[in-house]
Every structure is written in C-alpha cells, then in structure tokens.
C-alpha cells in the first residue's frame, strides 16, 4: 500500500460544475495535510492546508479531512479551465519528520 | 518577497557525467528540501535540511548523489556519476520550520542521454 494515494485520472469535469479530488493516507497519527496545484512544467504551488477534522473553504476551494477514514478530499467550485492541472496530496507522517506526496490527479476542465 | 531561487532551469548531461544543482532558499526559511520529480509523479524527497544539519537523506541514493546546505542557506545537490534514471525534475523547497508551508522553486529539469 502507498504512503499516499491518489487516482491519477484524468478526471474530466466541465466548466462551472464541482471537481472532487480524493487522496488516502496510510499513516493514521499523520497531522498536516496539503493540497497543490502543478501545472505542467511548472513547480508545485500551495492551494490549501488543512489540520483538523472537517471542511476549510477558501474562496472556490473546500478542502475537506476526515482522520477516522483517512481521506482528505478538495472540491473546487465553479470550475475554471485554469483549474486544468495536477492537484498532489501531501501528508507529514506521525513523527512529523517527513512529507509524502502522492503521484498526483490530472484534472482536466472542459469548456 | 523573492521565492525560491534554482539554477540553473536546465541541463543535458551524457551518462556517468556529474552535474550540480544550486538553491538559494527563501530569506529566513530554516528548512530547505530537494525532491526529484520523475515525469508523471509525485515528487519524492531526497534530502531534508534543517539550517545545515541533514533530518532525512533515507532516499538519497548516496553512492552517487551528495548535497550540502553550509552556513544553512544556500545548497547544492550534486549527482557523479549520473545514470540515465536520473532524468527528472530537481525541485528546491524550503519552509519556516518542518511543520510549516513549503514554498517551490521553479525547478531544475535534467536530460541524461
């Protein structure tokens, strides 16, 4: 079992519905977890933390954790085609040592 | 504030050649991390730094690639004899502290033919 997994896609969504990104986590005590956004080519850039049980909105992104399960989720809102990209999860283990990032998803926004 | 600083962005290399990377980080981050990004993946950490003592170098593959973070700011990454495998993206990242935000470079792509 990977550290972190994600579902490579693509995942096709069209413009102006709900993207729903899943990541899951092997590592139950892991505490801090990220969602970031690599568009291809470039390096990867931070949309959103989160540390704690439940939903963190942040404009048109929800990110969303649930530790019992160990999933953390993102849904973007309102899609945009600039929100065409890789999204990685990443995860910093229990001994708060090491991060891990999954492979990543490939989103893709249809017009 | 300046970001994360890498050069140079690219480089071909033949095999069994050497090559170095060089990362200036963000002014006052104690924590600076290399990954290497192969296409399609996610990226997977090298080496961790904290100002310049090593906390995790388990995926370095050490019987050729070293790095070095002296007077815990800048830092190189070096890879002698370079093999094929190594062809990815070379990512500096660096943070406040370990539990912190990470900020990326742009990224150093390597070609070895």
């Known amino acids: 079992q990977k550290e972190v997994e994600q579902n490579s896609g693509p995942l096709s969504v069209p413009e102006g519905a709900i993207a729903s990104l899943n990541c899951t986590y092997s590592?139950?005590?892991?505490?801090?977890f990220f969602w970031y956004r690599q568009y291809s080519g470039k390096s990867p850039e931070l949309i959103m933390s989160i540390y704690s049980n439940g939903d963190k909105e942040d404009g048109r992104f929800t990110a969303q954790l649930n530790k019992a399960s160990q999933y953390v989720s993102l849904l973007i809102r309102d899609s945009q085609p600039s929100d065409s990209a890789t999204y990685l999860c990443?995860?910093?283990?229990?001994?708060?040592?090491?991060?891990?990032f999954g492979s990543g998803t490939r989103l893709s926004i249809r017009p | 504030e300046a970001g994360v600083a890498q050069s140079p962005r690219y480089k071909i290399i033949e095999k069994r050649q050497s090559v170095a990377f060089w990362c200036n980080p963000i002014s006052g981050h104690a924590t600076l991390y290399w990954y290497q990004q192969i296409l399609g993946q996610g990226p997977k950490l090298l080496i961790q730094?904290?100002?310049?003592?090593?906390?995790?170098d388990s995926q370095l593959p050490k019987d050729r690639f070293s790095a070095e973070r002296l007077k815990g700011v800048d830092s190189t990454l070096k890879i002698q004899p370079a093999k094929l495998e190594d062809s990815a993206v070379y990512l500096c990242a660096s943070s406040l502290s370990e539990q912190e935000t990470q900020y990326f470079g742009p990224g150093t792509r390597l070609l070895v033919l």
């Open positions: 730094f904290q100002n310049n003592g090593v906390v995790d």
């Open positions: 590592d139950r005590g892991s505490q801090s």
């Open positions: 990443a995860v910093i283990n229990s001994s708060a040592s090491k991060i891990i």
